[in-house]
Each structure stands twice: as C-alpha cells, then as structure tokens.
C-alpha cells in the first residue's frame, strides 16, 4: 500500500501513531532548549536568572518567527516542485532561503545588540534583573544565525520524506544543550552566560549538521552556490506563505512581553521569575498536543478531500481523546506535586516556590481542556478553513489573552495577571466548542448524503 493510499485505508488509530509519535518527540526537544536552561540557571544562579531569561523570551520568539517566515514559507513550495519532480527549482527556492535565514539573522543581531538595553525594558526588566538579561540575551543574539539555520534548514529534511532525520537534528542539539549546560554553569562558573554558550553551541552543531547533510551526497535536495543568489519572484513566495505563521509567532512574542511586564508592576521580579518557571512547565505538557496536530492533520485533509467524512471524525475523535489525556495527566502531577516541580527550577528560594506553586495551581486550573482546544483550531486549518483555523488557534493566546492581561490586572492586581490565562482558556474553548458543533453537525449531513449517493448509484 503507497504512502497516500493508506490514509484513506488504513486504521485511523495506527496512522495518527505513526504520524504522530516522531512529532510529539521533535516537539517535546525542541521546547527541552527553554526548559533545561531556566533549571540549571535556577539551580546555578537563582531567581534572577531565571527571570532574565524570561524576559528576554520574547526576543528569541521573535528570532524564531522569522526562522518560520522563511523554513515554513520555503518547505511548502520545496514540497510542491518535489511533487512536481521540479528538483532544480526546489534546490532554487532552498539556495535561496538558506541566503535569506543568514541575512536576517545578521540584521537581527545587529540591531538586537544595540538596541538590547530598551528592548528589555520594554519587556518588563527591573534595574535588579536587567544585567542577567542582558547578558544572556548578548550571546544568543550572537548565535541568531545558527538557530536560525538550524531550525529554518530543517524544514527540508521533513519535505524529502525523512522526518526521523530532522528529529536527530533537534535530538543532537538538546542532548548536548544538557550536557554543556551544567558543565559551563556549575564546573566552569560562568553563571547564567555558561547557559547562553551552551544554547549557541547546541544550536551551532545542530545547525552544522543540517548543512553537512545538504552537502555530503545523502539528500535528494543539494545545496549549490549557484542558487545562493536572490531571486526578487522567490523571495515574495516565500514570505507570501510564511506569513501566517509568522504572524502568529510574532503575537506570541507580544503577548509573552506584556505579561512580563504586567508580572514587574503588579509582583515584581519575583513573579516574573515564578511565571517563567510555570510557562517552562505548561510549555512541556502542551508541546505534544502540536505533535498530535502535525499527525492528525494530513489524515483529516485527506480523507475530508476524499469525502470519507467518517474518517474525518474518527480522526478528529482520536486527536482529541489523545491530547486530553496528556494534559489531563499534566493536571493531575500539577495538582499533585505543584511545590515539587517548582522547585526542580530552583530549591533554595522560598518565596520564589510559594509564588510559583500558587501561580501554578491558579495558571492551570482549566488545563483539562486546552488539548481540545488546540486539536480542534487545527482541524479547520487541516479541512482548509484558515479563516478559522486563524482566528480559533489566535483566540487563545492572543485574542483572549492580551487584552486579558491589558484589563484585568488593572482591578484585580497580581491575581489579574495570572487569572488572564485561565480567563482566555475557558472562553477560547466555549468559542471553538461552538463552532465545531455546527461544523461536525455539517459533517455528518454530508456523510449521510454520500451514503444516499451511493446506494442510489448501485440501484
């Protein structure tokens, strides 16, 4: 049975496995580089550490917005002349996007770097915890280039079919993120630049790699030197389509910024550093569900194009019962062990465990249904509604979430702050609830007209 073939055939149930399981892995590694950071500069430097590094988040969502404009934008025309059997003009578009990723990396980190200090006041650094924003974000502004090449080449590796090679990529940067981690934090004492050096070397090898396997003769696509040039027509094509999810991780660095700094004027430093921690951790549990989506996407698209709505909502049934268990057992440990998973990010402060274990508690209450929320903003987007896959999958950390944080606050102080994620989780899901009831109910009057159609024929 051919690769297409067997989404339209084979189990529901074993195609979102096998779609989704390599994902769920590259997802999880890929948030590993924020996570093991904030623990060991925890561990390592304390509180405001980790509240530098929450601070300068933002920035490095900004880094990696454009790292999609441009992979995510590229990989979809490389998987449309694939398809083609256009390889020469595939090789064009990715010469032409390695050239761009370098580019403006270079012009991030050239005005990241001089504009770094009202940047981070901007986002929320107090006078205490600018200095260790500043310096961690100093050096990963220096390495925009290998995080940008790293994660924007990669693409391709998915585009030629080999998806387990794109997540060695990621594995081979957060495996050695881990090692070097607290090697430069804790036997060399470099504090929180020892994790800044060890994100730029983990993203500088990964980023290698990527460019050795383009070049050593085992892809299908090579990179030549003649396809380094720009091409004005290429470049417009590949923004056209990398828009959207520049767009989106563009609002995330936005809203990521305003809460930093709601957290500085309503509970200090001390809140940014607890909320950094609870992001790290809701971070964790979420990432699999975005696995879960990049496998049940092409099974719903197919098989929606195929008018075998039956196995439109089988697969939409699974992708929802899949992601609800994993962030309902991530409410249970929650519940369970809030203190605890605190204070992995940092055992000493005492203050900085009491806030994040009731921020924690308080951030996550509506937990439980976040995973239908996202796996059903997906299926819009996988059944070609962007419209609504775009307002649905913004709803809840932007639309909702933002002014949210912009209102509550401003009566409820510190509780305002954090009862926004809550607030914009509950009301996003009413919202994508509701809208995929009468899309379902649509489905299932379009499967019992196909039924008809069918028995008519054969009569």
């Given at each position: 049975?051919?690769s297409?073939?067997?989404?339209g055939?084979e189990?529901v149930l074993?195609?979102?496995l096998?779609?989704?399981?390599?994902?769920?892995i590259?997802?999880?590694?890929n948030?590993?580089?924020?996570?093991?950071?904030?623990?060991?500069?925890?561990?390592?430097v304390g509180?405001?550490g980790?509240?530098?590094?929450?601070?300068?988040?933002?920035?490095?969502?900004?880094?990696?917005?454009?790292?999609?404009?441009?992979?995510?934008?590229?990989?979809?025309?490389?998987?449309?002349?694939?398809?083609?059997?256009?390889?020469?003009?595939?090789?064009?578009?990715?010469?032409?996007?390695?050239?761009?990723l370098?580019?403006v990396?270079?012009?991030?980190s050239?005005?990241?770097?001089?504009?770094?200090?009202?940047?981070l006041k901007?986002?929320?650094?107090?006078?205490?915890?600018?200095p260790?924003?500043?310096?961690?974000m100093?050096?990963?502004l220096?390495?925009t280039?290998?995080q940008?090449?790293g994660f924007?080449?990669?693409?391709?590796?998915?585009?030629?079919g080999n998806?387990?090679i794109a997540?060695i990529?990621?594995?081979?940067?957060?495996?050695?993120?881990?090692?070097l981690?607290?090697?430069?934090i804790?036997?060399?004492?470099?504090?929180?630049?020892?994790?800044?050096?060890a994100?730029?070397?983990?993203?500088a090898?990964?980023?290698?790699?990527?460019?050795y396997?383009?070049t050593?003769?085992?892809s299908?696509l090579r990179l030549?030197?003649?396809y380094f040039k720009l091409e004005l027509?290429?470049?417009?094509?590949?923004?056209?389509?990398?828009?959207a999810?520049f767009a989106m991780?563009?609002a995330?660095?936005?809203?990521?910024?305003i809460m930093?700094k709601s957290l500085t004027?309503?509970?200090g430093?001390i809140?940014v550093?607890?909320?950094?921690i609870?992001?790290?951790?809701?971070?964790?549990?979420?990432?699999?569900?975005?696995?879960i989506?990049?496998?049940v996407?092409p099974?719903?698209?197919?098989?929606?194009g195929?008018?075998?709505y039956d196995?439109?909502k089988?697969?939409?049934?699974?992708g929802?019962?899949?992601a609800?268990i994993?962030?309902c057992?991530?409410?249970?440990?929650?519940?369970?062990?809030?203190s605890?998973?605190?204070a992995?990010?940092?055992?000493?402060?005492?203050?900085?465990?009491?806030f994040g274990t009731?921020?924690?508690?308080?951030f996550t209450?509506f937990?439980?249904?976040?995973?239908?929320q996202?796996?059903?903003?997906?299926?819009?987007?996988?059944?070609?509604?962007?419209?609504?896959a775009g307002?649905?999958?913004l709803?809840?950390?932007v639309l909702?979430?933002?002014?949210?944080?912009?209102i509550?606050?401003?009566?409820?102080g510190i509780?305002?702050?954090?009862?926004a994620?809550p607030?914009?989780d509950i009301m996003s899901?009413l919202i994508?609830g509701t809208?995929?009831?009468?899309?379902?109910?649509?489905?299932?009057?379009?499967h019992a007209?196909s039924?008809e159609?069918?028995e008519?024929?054969?009569?």
């Amino acid at each position: 049975m051919n690769s297409t073939k067997q989404i339209g055939e084979e189990k529901v149930l074993k195609l979102l496995l096998k779609f989704s399981i390599p994902a769920i892995i590259g997802m999880l590694v890929n948030a590993l580089y924020n996570v093991v950071d904030r623990m060991f500069i925890g561990n390592g430097v304390g509180s405001l550490g980790i509240a530098g590094t929450t601070i300068g988040f933002p920035i490095m969502l900004i880094i990696m917005s454009f790292g999609m404009l441009i992979g995510v934008g590229a990989n979809s025309l490389v998987a449309i002349k694939l398809g083609e059997q256009k390889k020469d003009e595939a090789e064009l578009i990715m010469g032409n996007a390695l050239t761009l990723l370098i580019l403006v990396s270079l012009v991030i980190s050239f005005f990241g770097l001089i504009f770094l200090n009202p940047l981070l006041k901007t986002f929320g650094a107090s006078e205490t915890v600018l200095p260790y924003a500043k310096e961690y974000m100093r050096i990963i502004l220096l390495g925009t280039v290998f995080q940008s090449v790293g994660f924007g080449m990669n693409n391709f590796i998915r585009s030629e079919g080999n998806p387990k090679i794109a997540m060695i990529t990621m594995l081979i940067g957060a495996i050695l993120n881990t090692i070097l981690d607290p090697l430069f934090i804790f036997v060399f004492k470099w504090g929180i630049a020892g994790g800044a050096y060890a994100t730029i070397i983990s993203q500088a090898v990964s980023a290698i790699w990527v460019l050795y396997y383009f070049t050593s003769g085992r892809s299908t696509l090579r990179l030549h030197k003649k396809y380094f040039k720009l091409e004005l027509n290429t470049v417009g094509k590949i923004t056209a389509i990398g828009a959207a999810p520049f767009a989106m991780q563009l609002a995330a660095s936005v809203q990521n910024a305003i809460m930093n700094k709601s957290l500085t004027t309503y509970g200090g430093d001390i809140a940014v550093s607890g909320m950094g921690i609870v992001m790290s951790i809701i971070t964790l549990i979420v990432m699999p569900i975005f696995g879960i989506n990049q496998g049940v996407q092409p099974i719903i698209g197919y098989n929606y194009g195929a008018q075998k709505y039956d196995r439109v909502k089988e697969g939409l049934k699974l992708g929802i019962i899949a992601a609800t268990i994993i962030v309902c057992v991530g409410f249970v440990v929650i519940r369970l062990f809030p203190s605890e998973l605190v204070a992995m990010f940092n055992k000493k402060d005492a203050s900085l465990i009491e806030f994040g274990t009731w921020a924690l508690k308080r951030f996550t209450i509506f937990l439980p249904i976040i995973g239908f929320q996202i796996v059903a903003a997906n299926y819009f987007q996988a059944v070609g509604k962007p419209k609504q896959a775009g307002i649905l999958s913004l709803s809840r950390q932007v639309l909702l979430l933002i002014p949210a944080l912009l209102i509550l606050p401003r009566f409820f102080g510190i509780d305002g702050v954090v009862s926004a994620g809550p607030f914009s989780d509950i009301m996003s899901s009413l919202i994508t609830g509701t809208w995929l009831f009468y899309e379902i109910r649509n489905l299932t009057n379009k499967h019992a007209e196909s039924i008809e159609l069918n028995e008519a024929q054969i009569e």
